[in-house]
Structures are given as C-alpha cells and as structure tokens.
C-alpha cells in the first residue's frame, strides 16, 4: 500500500498569511494526487485535482503542485474561512489511501 | 444539482451487521464510480471502498477487506455498503462519494454526501 505523509500536522496562521502545505507518498502516484478541505460537521470540499487543476469555483488563492512524491497545496492570503483540515489523497493505485491531515487554525 | 443522501447509520454491537445506503440525485447514476469514506472520532478521513459505475470493478480498505461488500442498483440510483463482523473501530461518520469517471482510480471525489454515524458499543 502507499503511504502518505503530510507536514506540518497543524499550523497557526493569520488571515492574510501565506500558507503551505506539503504531501509525501512512499512511492510516485504521477500527477494522481488530489486536495480536500475539510471542517467539522461538514462534507470534505475537493480543492485540486490532478496534482495541479483547480476544481471548479475554487478561489484562485489556492493552488497544487508537484508530481511523484512531492506534493504542495498553497493557501495565498489566508481567509478567515479557509481555517480547516486539509487532506491529500492518491488514486493511483488501490487503496486509495488520504493524509493524516493539516489542521490550520487561527495564530 | 448532484445530492448524496446517506442512511442507515445506527448503534450497532461489536459483531453486527449494519447496512448503508446512499441515494444519488441530480446526475446520471450509473456513469460514475462511487466511494465510501469514513471518519472517527477524532481522526482524518479513511477511504473505504469503491465501485464502478457498472457494479462489475470493487476495491476495498484492508481494513474493512472480508467484512465488507459495496454495490449498487443503477435502477434505483442507489449505493450500498454492507458491513459485517463490525468492530468498536468501526465507529465512524461514513461518507458516500461521487467520482467524475465511470472507473475507479485516477480520480477524484467532487461531490459528498453529509454521512452517516455508525457506531459500534456494547
């Protein structure tokens, strides 16, 4: 099975902060590498699919890159509603295995 | 608009069987794969399980590999999972997920249901 890695577990950041999140895989998954934000109660939000393609009516202010192991999700100018959990999930390859998550939360 | 509407969530005990569903409006049913993710208390997401959109192609967690079978009935537009040999950590909001592609892997998920809270206790 691939393993996934995700840094830091938690950030405290403020609005307007840039914030970067990175995603491990213990071995490549190409570009198959999706975003999700996620906050309590509610349904997980897809961010970015395919390493780097923005889903539709996503603010521009996020962004996704990388390809094999190396993943980044990029958050430009925090907002206040961006504070949630964020996960990486690959469907290269089954199990289609999610992070352990990025809690951002307010500095 | 697509809606995904989980049921059959419930306080079960340890040993138990339990049967989810998952009614799909708004998009044509059969064309695409379909998932179970879930979350415990406390945890991150796990993936659980996916189908295809015709029922033939399923994929399953180790964890839940043997105790779990997903299906679907295009006619009623509806998924299923049902689970068996249910453990203490099973206990979870399970979450049906909707993929853009007819087959599983190398996709995503773009649309989520609002889950359903299945609790294993004695």
């Known amino acids: 099975d691939i393993q996934m890695a995700q840094s830091p577990s938690s950030l405290s950041a403020s609005v307007g902060d840039r914030v970067t999140i990175i995603c491990r895989t213990s071995q490549s998954v190409s570009s198959y590498l999706n975003w999700y934000q996620h906050k309590p109660g509610k349904a997980p939000k897809l961010l970015v699919y395919g390493a780097t393609s923005l889903q539709s009516r996503v603010p521009s202010r996020f962004s996704g890159s990388g390809y094999g192991t190396d993943f980044t999700l990029t958050i430009n100018s925090l907002q206040p509603e961006d504070f949630a959990t964020y996960f990486c999930?690959?469907?290269?390859?089954?199990?289609?295995?999610f992070g352990p998550g990025t809690k951002v939360d307010v500095k | 608009e697509v809606q995904l509407v989980e049921s059959g969530g419930d306080l079960v005990e340890p040993g138990g069987s339990l049967r989810l569903s998952c009614a799909g409006s708004g998009f044509t049913f059969s064309s695409f794969a379909m998932s179970w993710v879930r979350q415990a208390p406390g945890k991150g997401l796990e993936w659980v399980s996916d189908v295809s959109g015709d029922g033939v192609g399923t994929y399953y967690a180790d964890s839940v590999k043997g105790r779990a079978t997903i299906s679907r009935d295009n006619s009623k537009k509806t998924l299923y999972l049902q689970m068996s040999s249910l453990r203490v950590e099973d206990t979870a909001i399970y979450y049906c997920?909707?993929?853009?592609?007819?087959?599983?892997?190398?996709?995503?998920?773009?649309?989520w249901g609002q889950g359903t809270l299945v609790t294993v206790s004695s």
């Open positions: 997920a909707k993929s853009p592609l007819k087959y599983t892997g190398y996709d995503y998920i773009d649309y």
């Open positions: 999930q690959q469907t290269y390859v089954a199990p289609f295995t």
